[in-house]
């Protein structure tokens, strides 16, 4: 059982950065695969990023936000630069055992979500 909590979410100006964390628990978090993912309200939950032995990122965020993670502190970040309107939502990570996924229902656990508002 994996147990996640995200925290850093706020509101900032367009243009701006955050850093997300994700806590987990548990003693095989480097097993696992870690995820990032967001949903905007009335829309679907959208991929982000995901870290395993390589780093994948959706194209529109590509060169605006780095996930990395610190297996020592069991911790997973996502940096967020140039920050846009539609950025705003909720971000949640995620993890699953096995190869990486763009796919949300492949996740196993999940932490709360994180608000994550961008004004203009």
């Known amino acids: 059982q994996v147990q996640l909590v995200e925290s850093g979410g706020g509101l900032v100006q367009a243009g701006g950065s955050l850093r997300l964390s994700c806590a987990a628990s548990g003693r095989t978090f480097s097993s696992y695969v870690m995820g990032w993912f967001r949903q905007a309200p009335g829309k679907e939950r959208d991929f982000v990023a995901w870290?395993?032995?390589?780093?994948v990122y959706a194209d529109s965020v590509k060169g605006r936000f780095t996930i990395s993670r610190d297996n020592a502190k069991n911790t997973v970040y996502l940096q967020m630069n140039s920050l846009k309107p539609e950025d705003t939502a909720v971000y949640y990570c995620a993890a699953k055992p096995g190869g990486g996924s763009r796919y949300y229902n492949q996740y196993n656990y999940w932490g709360q979500g994180t608000q994550v508002t961008v004004s203009s």
């Open positions: 870290s395993g032995g390589i780093r």
